[in-house]
């Protein structure tokens, strides 16, 4: 059998062999001479592409049995619309089941209240109260139109008039939500190829801002002004092409992430050595610093022209909501036509609108409550600055007492679970409601965190060395 294989397998390498020694292997037409590879090269072409004209094959369908689609959709597990969420970060969010004053009921129990940005102790003040009711009776709750669609009603006009001459500036521009307002600031003023000089530390709104504006951005080290410095001298030094494109600095007056304030006196000087804008969001200093709570320019003595654009919410110290932005009649009138945030929402409800009003005309009647607020920063701090295993790393005048651990646990994450066991026992045991500086997955901060403790002027001295004892002995059990 293997004899004859060999055979057959011989007699066709002849028979190739004399194909390929045939004359027409050789043969020459119109000059070009034709030998047998070129043959079946030729061949195989046209083999290739014979094969790429038909048309796939393609199996009679049968349609499936009633069984088989059941079996089928059984079997069948969609992908989830979000990746799984580890155990340690799966928390219990406390419910307050009533105001968000300095004493505040969470999950049915009386505690004193350390976790609202209330910072005058404005909410249900009486007189803010009165005058929402009196906006409601008149306007009712919302408007159902942007503020260039029939959505502007007198009281916006009035807020914005009220918080400009609080402030002294020319001009003022409302927004219905408080953390879009800086977002929608920064895209109406800065676009792709400006330049925008941040420090690393600036809250999550700003932080969407600058990806929003496509604007080449550059961070400094948090609240260094050498780093501020030398970036601003890196990005200017020769480069003719930068003192041809709009740059900006954008700060925050008190930092969310730490409660640090920003050296305003020296980013001002900075500012015009360099030749920049200035952006300073004021959410926690306004109605907090200065004399009369007139933010960051009036603590340190600057004059408000020289910053360029300012904004600030008014969920914190007014106690009521919404943002505004404060400049120059240029600055303001180009965001009535270019700011997102302004142009297509709804206009702030009547209602917030104569809150805030009545907020800054209390704040102007009673600057003596800015001394209160100021005494229980300094008593806090004072009496948190010994606790075990934990450091206040905010600045003495931030509304907002930043406490860190003093040695990290190697992560942010590992960090967070153990403030996080520290702000639940002292809430649980002692009645005295934390918050921890728990971040998003959108948010690209890197500063270490920490437990806030946002002060107001509402509490008391009892209020204050309950939080300090609280801290003091669960952070002792938990830290030592």
Known sequence: MASSAMLVTTAALDWVSAAFDAPLARAVVFGIHIDGHLVVELLLIAVILFQLSRKSYKPPKKPLTEKEIDDLCEEWVPEPLCPPISEEKQFHTPTLESAAAPHTIVDGKEVVNFASANYLGLIGHEKIIDSCIGSLEKYGVGSCGPRAFYGTIDVHLDCEKKIANFLGTPDSILYSYGISTIFSVIPAFCKKGDIIVADEGVHWGIQNGLYLSRSTVVYF????????????????????????????????????????????????????????????????????????????????????????????????????????????????????????????????????????????????????????????????????????????????????????????????????????????????????????????????????????????????????????????????????
Do not use: W
Request: glycine fraction near 6%; charge should be positive.
């Open 221 to 480: 080290k948090h609240n260094d002004m050498a780093s501020l410095e030398s970036t601003l001298e890196k990005l200017t030094r020769g480069n003719k092409r930068a003192e041809k494109l709009r740059r900006y600095i954008v700060v925050e007056a008190v930092y969310q992430n730490s409660g640090q304030v920003a050296p305003l006196d020296e980013i001002i000087r900075l500012k015009e050595k360099y030749r920049f804008r200035v952006i300073l969001d004021e959410n926690h200093s306004f109605g907090v610093l200065g004399n009369s709570g007139r933010g960051l320019a009036e603590y340190y003595g600057v004059p408000i022209e020289k910053i360029d654009i300012i904004t600030a919410g008014m969920g914190n110290a007014l106690a009521t909501d919404g943002g505004f932005c404060t400049g120059s009649v240029r600055v303001v009138d180009h965001q009535r036509l270019s700011s997102s945030g302004y142009v297509f929402s709804a206009s702030l409800p009547p209602y917030l609108a104569t809150a805030a009003i009545s907020a800054v005309d209390y704040l102007e009647e009673n600057p003596s409550i800015l001394a209160t607020l100021k005494n229980n920063i300094a008593l806090l701090r004072k009496g948190l600055s010994d606790v075990v295993g934990l450091e206040v790393s905010s600045s003495p005048q931030s509304p907002i007492v930043f406490l860190k651990l003093k040695k990290s646990r190697g992560s942010q994450d590992k960090d967070l679970q153990v403030l996080e066991k520290i702000v639940s026992r002292a809430l649980h045991e002692d009645s005295v409601f934390l918050v921890t500086s728990k971040r998003s997955t959108l948010d690209k901060c890197r500063l270490p965190v920490g437990i806030r403790i946002f002060v107001s002027a509402g509490h008391s001295e009892s209020d204050i060395l309950k939080a300090v004892d609280s801290l003091k002995r669960v952070a002792a059990l938990e830290l030592e």
